[in-house]
């Protein structure tokens, strides 16, 4: 789920220092966080609930290695809708979004109405997913797939 950013909070150096301690370190101590940022304890757990209860922190999770869970081929996926009605645009979307194989999916604008990274095991469940899975959801009038060979940079939030 995505803030939805009508007012922007107002982060400060100590603010903007706690995410990129919580984003390379989801797991860590409230003690060390706060000993790592140069605030009492009390004070940093303040600031984090404050963070959380404003919507800039979603939540906690574990990065994984797609590569040990057999997951090793990304793409990523520019498609195109056909102008058709919303109700059928909800219906591809939903179809699309339901797929255990999209990872993730981004509205865009440009060429493309959306951008979604695929996984796969290999190359040729890639091919299968892609023509018997994707170009198959009714609604979807182009669908132009990158290969990712290695990710060069990965982080959930630009410092």
Same mark, same amino acid.
């Given at each position: 789920? #995505?803030?939805?950013?009508?007012?922007?909070?107002?982060?400060?150096?100590?603010?903007?220092? /706690?995410?990129?301690?919580?984003?390379?370190?989801?797991? $860590? @101590?409230?003690?060390?966080?706060?000993?790592? #940022?140069?605030?009492?304890? @009390?004070?940093?757990?303040?600031?984090?609930?404050?963070?959380?209860?404003?919507?800039?922190?979603?939540?906690?999770?574990?990065?994984?290695? +797609?590569?040990?869970?057999?997951?090793?081929?990304?793409?990523?996926?520019?498609?195109?809708?056909?102008?058709?009605? +919303?109700?059928?645009?909800?219906?591809?979307?939903?179809?699309?979004?339901?797929? +255990?194989?999209?990872?993730?999916?981004?509205?865009? =604008?440009?060429?493309? *109405?959306?951008?979604?990274?695929?996984?796969? #095991?290999?190359?040729?469940? =890639? *091919?299968? /997913?892609?023509?018997?899975?994707?170009?198959?959801?009714?609604?979807?009038? $182009?669908?132009?797939?990158?290969?990712?060979?290695?990710?060069?940079?990965?982080?959930?939030?630009?410092?």
């Amino acid at each position: 789920m #995505v803030r939805s950013a009508t007012k922007p909070l107002r982060l400060d150096e100590i603010d903007q220092n /706690i995410l990129s301690a919580l984003t390379q370190q989801g797991r $860590i @101590s409230n003690a060390s966080l706060a000993r790592q #940022v140069g605030l009492s304890e @009390s004070a940093t757990l303040e600031r984090v609930r404050r963070l959380e209860k404003s919507g800039i922190i979603l939540g906690y999770s574990a990065r994984v290695v +797609p590569d040990a869970l057999g997951q090793g081929t990304m793409a990523i996926a520019n498609l195109r809708m056909i102008a058709s009605s +919303p109700e059928e645009q909800a219906a591809a979307l939903e179809t699309l979004l339901s797929s +255990p194989h999209v990872a993730s999916c981004y509205r865009v =604008l440009g060429p493309h *109405d959306m951008c979604a990274q695929i996984t796969a #095991v290999d190359l040729a469940e =890639l *091919d299968q /997913i892609l023509n018997k899975e994707l170009r198959q959801i009714s609604g979807i009038q $182009i669908l132009e797939t990158m290969v990712v060979t290695r990710a060069l940079k990965e982080h959930p939030w630009p410092r």
